[in-house]
């Protein structure tokens, strides 16, 4: 069975051209084209054909390719669908701020958390993504872009701690001297509320910021819009997310989905601050965008800003994400089913 390349750590790579009869330097330059987005062993020219023949008994490059993109006219947000070499697909977003691109990935293809606000999770998981997948849709749309991306989100479908080894592989391999050279401090990884992976996260010591998917503050409501809170409940969860911020020193951001008639009572408000006052935290507001398979809605500007009051007289830092390509937009894995139907039909 063939391996693909872009799952490996440098000292992976270096240890596979050893074993070929070649000498180190090798590895820096397959490492070089992995990072420059080559597709296939053929593509790395500087290798001495034989060699080239030689890694492709052995070794592959994972397919990560653009599907369908759409692009905002307002904001030059993108969104992809990248295909895989299964033929599934997920969506890969690219946000131009100010400092520059952020790239919003996936780590599966669907997602198992059943959360009730999320179109990703519709038909359930139906597979973890490798590392060399997770990092291949970066590699793909810097591409795409022609420019760096230094900044990363991991919040796309799938809930990254339920695919924990290979997201961990893929924090070390997008940090690697001679790949892409990212800084932990600009990756973000967002969880639903698992809490012992959390725990783990924290136990490894890599310094990347973390986000946790709060969305209600009451136990039973929780349960009932995000299932997760069944196994895990909210107060072994804000125990965590605080834990977590007073070791690595490393403000954590609470998301809160803002659902008309659901989360978004001025009540609910008072509970947040109360449940995250004195700690070091952001809450970041979302106002949810519409899913066609749910009856959710988004609430007005002035319900929003209200909300966001009742949170700044906590002292807490709370900001409302801003709305990115609004022409394009849809809820997360939207794009993913709206192509997946009208290439069914
Ligand atoms: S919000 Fe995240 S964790 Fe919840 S179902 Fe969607 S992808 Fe999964």
Not at 39 to 46: N, P, R
């Amino acid at each position: 069975m063939c391996v693909d390349l872009r799952s490996m750590e440098y000292y992976e790579v270096e240890e596979v051209v050893l074993n070929l009869g070649e000498k180190k330097y090798r590895a820096k330059q397959i490492y070089n084209f992995l990072a420059k987005g080559v597709s296939s062993i053929d593509e790395m020219y500087t290798l001495s054909k034989d060699f080239r023949e030689k890694l492709k008994e052995r070794y592959y490059i994972c397919k990560t390719d653009i599907y369908h993109k759409l692009e905002s006219n307002l904001d030059g947000t993108r969104k992809y669908l990248i295909e895989l070499g299964d033929g599934n697909l997920i969506e890969t977003v690219l946000m131009i701020y100010k400092n520059g691109p952020s790239i919003c990935l996936s780590t599966q293809v669907g997602c198992r958390m059943g959360c009730k606000f999320c179109a990703s999770t519709v038909d359930g998981l139906v597979r973890n993504l490798t590392p060399g997948e997770i990092i291949g849709q970066m590699i793909t749309v810097q591409k795409d872009l022609g420019e760096r991306i230094a900044n990363i989100v991991i919040m796309g479908s799938g809930e990254p701690f339920d695919n924990f080894d290979n997201l961990v592989k893929f924090l070390k391999l997008v940090h690697e001297d001679y790949g892409l050279q990212i800084g932990y401090r600009h990756i973000t990884i967002s969880t639903c509320g698992l809490v012992p992976k959390i725990r783990e996260m924290e136990k490894l010591g890599i310094p990347i910021n973390l986000a946790i998917s709060l969305h209600q503050v009451e136990q039973n409501k929780r349960e009932e819009i995000m299932p997760i809170a069944k196994v895990y409940d909210i107060e072994e969860l804000i125990e965590a997310g605080k834990h977590y911020a007073n070791v690595t020193k490393r403000r954590v951001t609470y998301e809160y989905a803002l659902i008309e008639g659901v989360t978004d009572s001025l009540e609910e408000a008072h509970k947040l601050g109360s449940l995250l006052k004195g700690s070091l935290s952001l809450i970041n507001l979302i106002p949810i965008n519409p899913i066609k398979e749910k009856s959710f809605k988004k609430p007005n500007l002035k319900r929003v800003q209200a909300f966001q009051k009742v949170l700044l007289n906590y002292h807490i830092i709370t900001t409302v994400r801003r709305e990115l390509g609004s022409d394009i937009n849809g809820a997360c894995g939207q794009l993913r089913r709206d192509v997946i139907n009208r290439d069914k039909r």
